[in-house]
Each structure stands twice: as structure tokens, then as C-alpha cells.
């Protein structure tokens, strides 16, 4: 195939992506017309569709583990839908319109990709990461945002997940210095707070119980991080391998599985990790 030919190609699916994109537009306008639109979409807020917005991105990312590409297809679709309502609701409301939002993230893209749209530079990753997180910065010090890190911090982790706030936390700090040295350290710091826990648990206290479970998790996602791994993906992965063990455990235990004692599970559990080592290796 020509280079002339491809372009053409690339056209045509440019004009027909375009179409499409139209076409949905005209969509959600009638999903959320007053008079003749859905009575379910026309009562929702920004609010009201966060939870919607967290299942589609867990059903988006399951899909991606999954390696599917029909249900990545799918899930990133309701995703779409999540970002149109939602700057359907901004129209409503006279706050901002889709077009504001394209337009700030052309902007946002340009301005963060100098050596592209600009001076046509190759960069290394770390260099692309080292002005990409420096343009970032620079941003941040506009008049409206506050001073303290803290602060900030705090508001932009508010309403995120708090693995993801953890991250968040994890990598703005360690900018300034305040960070770990090695995996020793790390490790020392998640023992003491272990044997805090003991404490809190032998004194029956449910509030430092709370505190002290989350510093010990706290301290995991910090070692996660310097070790640069996906906690997330981590957890999946022994979600996956948790229950391919029990499954063997049930295959053994047939009918009788609510019969079993605590030694009989250990023991269960052991035949299935080495049946799954064997099978593995």
C-alpha cells in the first residue's frame, strides 16, 4: 500500500470517527432534552453520577486485565458516555460546555509536549517524564492554588481512591526530599507500625485498631512505590492466584467443604499451593 493510499484511508476514518462523534453529540442532547429526554438522566448532577463514573472505570480495567479487546472497546464507550453527560450537565448549568473541555485538553496536551509541538526534539523517557511533571508544576503556581503542599495536596486527593492519593502523596513528597533510602528502611518502619497494631489490639481500642491497620497499609503502598510496583495490578494477580488455590481446596473437599476444620483448610491449602507450584513450574 502507497503512503498516498494510507493517508487516504486515515482520512476517511478521520471523517467517519468525526461523523460518529456528531452523531453521539445529538444523543446525549436528546437523552437530556426536558420535554422529550430520559426522566432518569434529566434528575442527574456532577454528584449524583460518581458512582457510575468509579463501576466503569473498575469495569474498564478489569477489561484491560482481562485482554479483551471487545470489552475494552465496550467499557471505554461508558467511560465516553460518563465524560459527555457530564459536559452535557456543564452546559445545563452554564459552568463550561464540551467544546471548553477539548479545547483545555488540546491545550493542556500542547503546552505539557513542547518537544513535539514546538521545537521537534527527540527526548529520552526520563526526559519527556522530567518536563511533563516541571510544566506540571509550573502550572501549579498559579494565583488560585494554594501555597502549602499540604494543602494542596489535600485537595486534590479528596476525591480520589486511597491507594491512588497514597501514590499521589508518595510522589509529590519525595520531589522535596522526604522520601525512603532503601527497602530496609521501608521494612523497619512497617514492623514498628506492626507491633503498634498488636498493641492497639491488645488495649481493644477501635480507633487506634483504625490507625494503626492504616498506617501499616499506608506503609506498604509507600514500598510499592519505591519498589515501582502497580499495588492494584499486584492485588489482582493475588485475587487470581487466592482463588485458583481454593478452587483446588473445593474440588478436594467436595461436599463436605463446611465440614472442614481450620487444620484440615491448612492442609487443603498447602496441597493446592504445591499442585499449583507443579503445575506452574
Known sequence: MSSNDRYKLQTNSNLETIESFKILISI???LKDKTWGCPWQKVQSHKSLIPFLHEESSEFIDAIYNKKADNICEELGDL?????LHAEIGYEKKEFELNDVIKNLNKKIINRHPYI????EK????KSQEIWENIKNSEKEAPHMESSISKNLNLKIKNLPPTVGTDKI???VKEYGFKWEST???FEKLEEEINELK???KSKNDSDIKNEFGDIYFTLLNLSNFLKINPESALQKTNKKFLDRFSIIEHHAGDNIKKQTSKDFQRLWQIAKQKLKRKNS
Open 80 to 84: 465516553l458516555l460518563q465524560v459527555m
Open 28 to 30: 446525549i442532547k436528546s
Open 184 to 186: 530496609d528502611q521501608i
Open 170 to 172: 508518595t510522589n509529590v
Open 123 to 126: 527526548v529520552s523517557l526520563e
Open 199 to 201: 498493641e492497639a489490639i
Open 117 to 120: 509541538f514546538n521545537k521537534k
